[in-house]
């Protein structure tokens, strides 16, 4: 019977928590991943070291995909994509690219975001110059336990770490601030000082958005205890200085005056933009995106985890930059919303 | 063209030559004027550590720019130029050079602790003024303040003989700031003291020994007194 199982698409953390929460109530979870494996984008794109709790990604989010593995109430669909979606909510059927056909009451998109692409940047040289990194590919070197430049393996004397990068800016369209780049380029700096003492870890901001928790946490621990150095600036552009070395140019607007700095690594704390397949998303589910793209939501206040169409739920980065914890109290939160409105549903009908 | 806003651009950065003649073209004074660039080309990433060395400069690099300390500073209230914020920040990257330009109203701090007292990372921004005007004095951008003169000879004389003769040290401070050993106020106070020495106070005593003298037109007044004791005793217990 439909009634008794939800679909949940997309097996990032926000999934995971959703799946688990659903089969928790005693329902049963199907879930789509369009990947072959489950965990999202901290297991696919190789995070090190998650933001509060200092776990490494593939321990922590691990430990999720295992629960839901395991777990004989969830049936788990990798490498697939809901095709098509017909019904109403309390009687959907989903067919997915696999060929297979899914029967759900409710379906919670736990479809996340898609990382910025520094490439859509090309003043601040990623893609032209080895030694410019994003975030990510940061976080795989801290992952590997060695801070070294890509392009000759020197250890760097300096890294600096540009914010903003994809978020907050008009001309490309990114009108949003991602929420999580702060806090994480603060992690990764003091990753970057632990790995590698010798190195000095410099941060470039317009504004430091290490909101509640994560200020003492990360900026003022960065600050005060990794010597981690806040420059405010915003950079104009990355250039080669001609010995091997890269100039990062901007206005330091502190002192009024403009900087030419030579690095070693610069890094691009890259935003989250929606979902790439949120147009398709969009028409497959028949719900509506907000103004950047995002999923909308619906009515905030009595109907948390909604979105634009009754019966299809939403959580976490899907609806807009979230923090890892936060998208998995939402994806628990989609769960346990869908099950209890399809739960009113059984015993309306009773 | 000449530069007519010359006021806005620092000194050194003005270059000129006075007589220039390029491919045979006269090219003398303002025609050659070129104005050096602004731009931080560097760090120096070990300033922030040896400032961190001096007495009060030791949590320099908890600084976040707020500005409450120059917000609040009595001195910034007299000299928009004193700004402990832009001092902090350049210390923090280093920029030296910048710093040197203000050597001549840094040690102007009042140590009013209000910039302490409300700093919110905790930086003890006087603290750090101090440290800068010694870093100064030790690098001999500045030179050294009298106290320094003073606490030094003190030293010294720790040094030399395990205590220190109070006059001595008043000597040689003054012989090495080059202040005259007869001070004005040194004249003024050893006068008064003499002036104001008890000679006369003690003759009196020894003579009032001898001699008791009475207060001034007392007359009958110690009689008047008995008398209206005697009469209070005698109302208040019959």
């Known amino acids: 019977m439909q009634q008794d199982t939800v679909l949940v698409v997309g097996g990032g953390p926000a999934g995971l928590a959703a799946a688990a929460n659903v089969t928790s109530a005693g329902f049963k979870a199907v879930m789509v991943e369009k990947e072959d494996v489950l965990g999202g984008a901290p297991i696919l794109s190789g995070y090190a070291k998650l933001v509060p709790s200092g776990e490494w990604a593939k321990d922590a989010i691990g430990r999720m995909v295992k629960r839901v593995e395991d777990d004989s109430s969830a049936t788990v669909h990798k490498g697939a994509k809901v095709e098509k979606l017909e019904g109403e909510a309390g009687n959907f059927t989903a067919t997915l690219t696999n060929g297979e056909s899914v029967q759900a009451g409710a379906v919670v998109l736990a479809t996340g975001f898609t990382h910025f692409d520094s490439i859509n940047k090309p003043e601040w040289g990623f893609g032209t110059y080895e030694d410019v990194l994003t975030t990510t590919q940061m976080e795989q070197m801290v992952g590997s336990g060695k801070i070294a430049c890509p392009s000759d393996g020197r250890v760097p004397e300096r890294v600096c770490i540009l914010l903003c990068v994809g978020s907050r800016d008009r001309q490309i369209g990114r009108e949003w601030c991602s929420k999580i780049c702060c806090t994480v380029s603060a992690n990764l700096a003091m990753e970057i000082k632990e790995l590698s003492p010798e190195t000095d870890v410099f941060i470039y901001y317009m504004d430091i958005r290490t909101y509640g928790l994560y200020e003492d946490k990360f900026y003022w621990k960065s600050q005060e205890e990794f010597k981690t150095k806040f420059v405010k600036a915003r950079i104009a552009e990355v250039t080669a200085s001609g010995d091997g070395r890269l100039l990062v140019k901007g206005e330091d607007t502190l002192v009024k005056r403009p900087i030419v700095i030579p690095f070693d690594i610069v890094v691009h704390a890259i935003g989250m933009d929606p979902n790439a397949d949120n147009p398709e998303i969009s028409q497959v589910f028949g719900v509506g995106l907000e103004k950047h793209g995002f999923i909308e939501k619906a009515e905030q206040y009595t109907n948390t985890c909604g979105t634009t169409r009754k019966g299809i739920y939403s959580c976490g980065a899907a609806y807009g930059p979230e923090t890892i914890d936060d998208s998995i109290t939402q994806g628990a939160a989609a769960g346990g919303r869908a099950v209890a409105d399809l739960h009113a549903l059984v015993s309306k009908a009773g | ?238």
């Not at chain 2, 050194?12 to 007589?19: I, S």
């Not at chain 2, 990257?93 to 203000?102: F, I, N, P, S």
């Open chain 2, 1 to 238: 063209m000449a530069i007519h806003e010359k006021a806005l651009i620092e000194d050194e950065r003005l270059q000129q030559h006075d007589e220039l003649v390029v491919d045979g073209v006269d090219v003398s004074g303002h025609w050659n004027t070129m104005i050096a660039p602004r731009t931080v080309r560097d760090y120096d990433d070990d300033f922030e550590s040896k400032i961190q060395g001096y007495a009060g400069g030791e949590y320099v690099h908890r600084c976040w720019q707020c500005g409450s300390c120059t917000n609040s500073c009595t001195m910034y209230a007299q000299n928009v130029q004193f700004n402990p914020r832009y001092w902090i920040y350049l210390t923090r990257l280093g920029m030296k050079e910048e710093l040197v330009k203000d050597k001549d109203i840094i040690w102007q701090c009042v140590s009013c602790n209000k910039c302490t007292n409300i700093c919110p990372k905790d930086v003890k921004p006087e603290g750090v003024m101090k440290a800068l005007s010694h870093w100064m004095e030790e690098e001999g951008i500045t030179e050294k303040a009298p106290s320094t003169i003073f606490d030094e000879e003190f030293a010294d004389q720790i040094y030399k003989t395990g205590r220190i003769e109070d006059g001595k040290v008043a000597q040689n401070f003054f012989k090495k700031t080059g202040q005259p050993l007869l001070q004005e106020w040194l004249k003024l106070f050893v006068f008064r003291m003499m002036k104001h020495l008890p000679v006369k106070h003690l003759m009196r005593m020894g003579f009032n020994t001898v001699h008791t003298p009475r207060t001034k037109s007392w007359g009958k007044t110690g009689d008047v007194l008995k008398n209206y004791v005697r009469e209070q005793k005698e109302a208040a217990h019959g």
